[in-house]
Each structure stands twice: as structure tokens, then as C-alpha cells.
């Protein structure tokens, strides 16, 4: 039995791999299935299903969530979506209007600051797919405006920089039912990026999104220390929560991560998604 990785973007979002070519690595590396979770979008899911289907690998359609969360960020995680479920579309196409309004208004931003970027070139650097803050970032750099990715977000682009523009999100309670609605299992992503105070402040919100419906907690996270993943599992534990886990590989080598196996230590077993696939009926 090989493993699994439930957490991957493609080209939809913010990854370097079509939907097709994240399908063929992940048989050719020896998984079993994997989850396309991209950012508040489906429409990698079509193609990555159907590529699937083509050379018999098991992919299950998903997608991530971004939901309003101060001061770390939230993100819930939807496996065995409905992709053509009508709520879901209705949100996603809203968050996805609200992303394209909010682009050309960073670029006004950076012009005020005499910055010379153009939309068009925003557009360019994201390759056809979805433009977020790092497309701005790489043309910064590439412009001679910043030395790195880093700092083009420090000085321009982070949250309180400013040539940053506030997005809209769901809340959490609004996002799980949506990913509910369209029989989806709603899991929370990597809890270490939300910044929770302490271990008690994070049980009172899990336990609150357990109220609303969540199903899961994505325990198994490259990015997440041997503690945090203890107590995220006794957590989910606690109140009958679903462990899942995935490497959120982009489809480039960051530090030496990889899909299925992050940094060598991530085995993930099949049972994962057989547990997922009972909570879904
Ligand atoms: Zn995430
Ligand atoms: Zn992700």
C-alpha cells in the first residue's frame, strides 16, 4: 500500500503544475491517491479528476478555504467537494470577483508610491492562473523595486504595508457550511498558521468549529513540530475530530520538501481517506 497527500496546489491557484502533471507525479512517485486542494477554487479539479481516471489513480477532488481570521490566518480544507454544487459555485465565484477587484487596486497603490507596475504585467508573472501577492512580489523584484521576495513584502505588500489591500473572506462558520453543503468534509489546515495565544485558546476555537461543522484537523503538516502535531491529535481526539495531513507542495522544491513525504518524515496511510470517505456519508 503506498501513501497519500492531502494537500496539493496546482496551477489553479498558486502551484507550478498543471492539474494533469501534479496527477502523473504523484502515481510516478508511488502514492496511492492524492487531494487537489487549491485556493478558493475548483477549477483545477475537472482536469486533475479526468487524468486520474486516465492512467487509474485515485484523486479526490478538494479545495482551501481562506477564512476570515485575526491575527494568523485560517484556512479549511473541503475533501469529496460536490464541484458542481450551486452554493459552492455562488461563494467561490464571489470570492473569486472580490480577488480580481482587489488586484488592480494594489497596483493603483504601488503607482501612488511611484512604483511603474502595470496590471498586465502582474498578470504575466502568474503564468494564466490565479494573481495573488507573489506575482506582485516577483514583478517588484524583477523591476530592480525589491532585492527579494521577502522584501517586497515587508516594504510593500504585507498586511499594514502600503500597497497592501484587504481581501474578502467568509467566516469560518459561513465556509465550513458551504463546503458541508456541497458534501464536502470540512477540515482545518495547518492550525500553527492561525496564532493562537495558547494551547487553551485553540481548544475553545476547535471546539467551536466542531459545533459548526467542521469534521477534521489536518494533524500532519511539514511545517508543524513534533509538539504541535501531539497536540493537535490529542485535540481531534478529544472531540471525535478526523486526523488527515499533507506536504502543501506547490510543485517546486522548497527545502528539500517533496509530495507525500515533505522532508522524509510524512507516511500518511490509506486509512485516512477511508475515514474521510465514512464521514462523508
Ligand atoms: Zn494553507
Ligand atoms: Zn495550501
Known amino acids: 500500500m503506498g501513501y497519500i ?3 496539493l496546489h496546482t496551477t489553479a491557484s498558486d502551484g507550478v503544475m498543471t492539474p494533469s502533471e501534479i496527477v502523473r507525479y504523484a502515481k510516478a512517485k508511488g ?4 487531494a487537489i486542494t487549491d485556493h478558493d477554487t475548483i ?5 486533475g479528476l479526468s487524468e486520474g481516471k486516465r492512467i487509474d489513480f485515485e ?5 482551501e478555504i481562506s477564512a476570515e481570521h485575526s491575527p494568523g490566518s485560517m484556512h479549511l480544507l473541503g475533501f469529496f467537494i460536490n464541484t458542481h454544487h450551486p452554493l459552492l459555485n455562488e461563494r467561490l465565484g464571489y470570492l473569486q470577483r472580490a480577488r ?3 488586484n488592480p487596486k494594489m497596483v493603483e497603490k504601488l503607482n501612488r508610491l511611484g512604483i511603474n507596475v502595470t496590471y498586465e504585467e502582474v498578470l504575466k508573472a502568474s503564468g494564466g492562473g490565479q494573481v495573488g501577492r507573489p506575482h506582485f512580489a516577483e514583478v517588484l523584484v524583477e523591476k530592480g523595486y525589491a532585492r527579494s521576495f521577502q522584501e517586497a513584502f515587508d516594504r510593500f505588500l504585507k498586511k499594514g504595508a502600503p500597497a497592501y489591500e484587504e481581501k474578502f473572506r467568509f467566516t469560518a462558520k459561513e465556509s465550513i457550511h458551504f463546503i458541508n453543503e456541497a458534501k464536502g468534509v470540512a477540515v482545518l489546515a495547518h492550525p500553527n498558521t492561525l496564532n493562537m495565544k495558547g494551547y487553551s485558546e485553540l481548544e475553545n476555537l476547535i471546539l467551536h468549529l466542531a459545533k459548526e461543522g467542521l469534521k477534521g484537523i489536518e494533524v500532519y503538516y511539514p511545517e508543524h513540530s513534533a509538539v504541535e502535531v501531539a497536540q493537535y491529535k490529542t485535540l481531534a481526539e478529544r472531540y471525535g475530530l478526523l ?4 506536504t502543501d507542495y506547490h510543485g517546486i522544491e522548497k527545502n528539500g520538501l517533496d509530495i507525500g513525504i515533505g522532508r522524509g518524515e510524512m ?6 481517506v477511508e475515514s474521510l470517505k465514512a464521514a462523508r456519508s
Open 100 to 102: 480580481a477587484e482587489r
Open 43 to 47: 477549477e483545477g479539479l475537472e482536469e
Open 31 to 34: 502514492l496511492q491517491a492524492i
Open 5 to 7: 497527500d492531502l494537500h
Open 267 to 272: 507516511k500518511l496511510p490509506y486509512s485516512i
Open 243 to 246: 486526523v488527515t495531513g499533507g
Open 59 to 63: 484523486v479526490i477532488p478538494g479545495i
